[in-house]
């Protein structure tokens, strides 16, 4: 739903009229760019290597801003900053700070250990840990939790288009889908690496840029100034970030964290990134230095959030970065901003069309005979693609369901890759029923619509997340018990 609202939101950026020649001129330029660099990226594909993982040569330099890339976009910019704007620095829990913390548990704990695995998917290390059937498990859970997350976002660029070059819908979600899906065909993850890395500059450029000049507005010509009214303002609890009032607010809190920080470390865009570096040493620099970056840049559009409830204190609802954006940076700037916030969607896009595909081809199309692994993962590419763009055409209401799947890999994944990482399985049933158990907890809630644990049946709120991650815990115990690993060590 997050991140359906931050793309949809974007439509509230208002440009003049008679600038929007201007937006389609930056807009074409910038294609252009992004394609230049999806031929010259095509030069470097090879092999499946190459194309999935970019021949495991990425330098710290590309590798930190493709993982930054991959997540900072709309959905911090826009909707972290309605959120905190609504309900104070509590809303950050899952981003930006769930997701900053998990690049930085990723550089201190699974980078290294994955990346010397010498592994093209996630799928891949719970067949090598696991064996076959944990492998096609673990591609099932993860390949639908991208469809509706890519839908959404072809979608709302499509609303873009619409709002402001009266471009129909049903063109707009092509389009948008034939531009992503492009480059993405032409370099794989070379592509995506090097068109990820001018996205993002744009978008960090454009964020310095606002909350410079916002933060300048507020303190009479101090930015300085600006972020110390800000802290003088502004209500003390919504100062608080970590919320101490009751035990059922922490509990939540910590269930909206925990999605962020644990669910996508099994994730294939984080980990595709981390197999795509030049060394073991760069995978978790990269990380690290991206979760950094996450956590000092997601922070801006938070203050521009609480500046704005100063600035416009009367209006609630208002979007508050496209309004401030409006209202205070000159038009052909505004112009610029906008082109980086599609820059910011269009990152995602190819990283979220790719990674399904890379799954897709190396985990389950061998299952249905030989195919040259190369032409399989362009072909996956684009069935992902379109699969997408039908579930765009069905509707929001499909779509923004689907997108509740991200928790999937937090519940069906995480256990049993934790464990797989710092132990020497013996039991390939324990993997199994851990993802089975995980997995039918949240099936059995997204069903029945219920938000928490047990909704109907318990007084306490105890989150989803928190609850199926232990449920799957439990079900690895049952079936490999700890105490028996401990046993034999200590009669070894």
Not at 198 to 223: A, D, F, H, K, R
Not at 238 to 262: C, N
Not at 277 to 299: D, E, H, I, P
Not at 368 to 376: A, H, K, V, Y
Request: aromatic share 10%; charged share 10%; proline share 5%.
């Amino acid at each position: 739903m997050i991140r359906t609202q931050a793309f949809t939101w974007l439509a509230c950026m208002e440009i003049e009229p008679s600038l929007k020649w201007l937006l389609g001129v930056c807009i074409v330029i910038y294609l252009i760019v992004m394609y230049v660099l999806g031929v010259i990226a095509g030069r470097k594909i090879h092999d499946v290597d190459d194309f999935l993982v970019a021949g495991r040569k990425l330098p710290l330099s590309l590798a930190w801003m493709t993982l930054l890339a991959t997540w900072f976009g709309a959905g911090t910019m826009l909707t972290a900053a309605d959120e905190v704007r609504a309900g104070g620095l509590q809303r950050a829990a899952l981003d930006p700070l769930g997701a900053g913390t998990c690049l930085i548990l990723a550089a201190l704990f699974v980078a290294g250990p994955m990346w010397r695995m010498n592994l093209l998917t996630v799928p891949d290390f719970f067949r090598r840990k696991f064996g076959p059937t944990a492998e096609l498990i673990s591609s099932l859970i993860m390949v639908p939790s991208y469809f509706g997350w890519i839908a959404a976002q072809f979608t709302a660029l499509a609303a873009v288009l619409n709002l402001f070059f009266d471009i129909p819908l049903v063109w707009g979600i092509a389009l948008v889908a034939i531009v992503g899906t492009g480059y993405t065909l032409m370099g794989g993850m070379w592509s995506v690496t090097m068109t990820d890395a001018v996205q993002i500059s744009l978008v960090l450029i454009g964020l310095l840029v606002l909350g410079t000049v916002v933060l300048s507005e507020l303190g009479g010509g101090s930015p300085w100034g600006g972020l110390m009214r800000v802290g003088q303002e502004t209500d003390p609890q919504r100062l608080v970030l970590i919320p101490r009032s009751s035990l059922s607010e922490l509990v939540g809190w910590l269930g909206v964290f925990v999605i962020g920080a644990l669910g996508n470390l099994p994730g294939q865009d984080l980990m595709q990134r981390v197999f795509s570096s030049n060394s073991q040493r760069t995978a978790k620099r990269a990380c690290f230095v991206a979760g950094v970056m996450y956590l000092l840049f997601g922070a801006i559009p938070l203050l521009l959030a609480l500046a704005g409830n100063l600035i416009f204190p009367g209006d609630a609802e208002l979007n508050i970065l496209p309004a401030l954006a409006h209202s205070f940076l000159h038009p052909v700037v505004a112009v610029i901003f906008v082109v980086a916030l599609l820059s910011a969607i269009l990152s995602t896009i190819d990283s979220a069309i790719l990674s399904p595909a890379s799954v897709l081809a190396q985990n389950l199309f061998p299952r249905c005979g030989d195919f040259d692994p190369l032409r399989s993962n362009r072909f996956a590419v684009l069935l992902v693609s379109v699969c997408s763009v039908v579930l765009a055409y069905v509707g929001e209401s499909a779509y923004e369901l689907l997108e509740e799947a991200y928790l999937l890999t937090l519940v069906g994944l995480f256990v049993p890759m934790m464990i797989g990482l710092y132990s020497i399985p013996k039991n390939s049933a324990a993997a199994i029923a851990s993802m089975l158990v995980g997995t039918g907890l949240w099936a059995i809630h997204f069903v029945m619509g219920w938000e928490s644990f047990l909704q109907p049946w318990t007084t306490m709120t105890v989150p989803l997340s928190i609850a199926a991650t232990l449920g799957a815990l439990l079900a690895y115990a049952a079936f490999d018990p700890p105490w028996r690993t401990v046993w034999a060590r200590t009669n070894a």
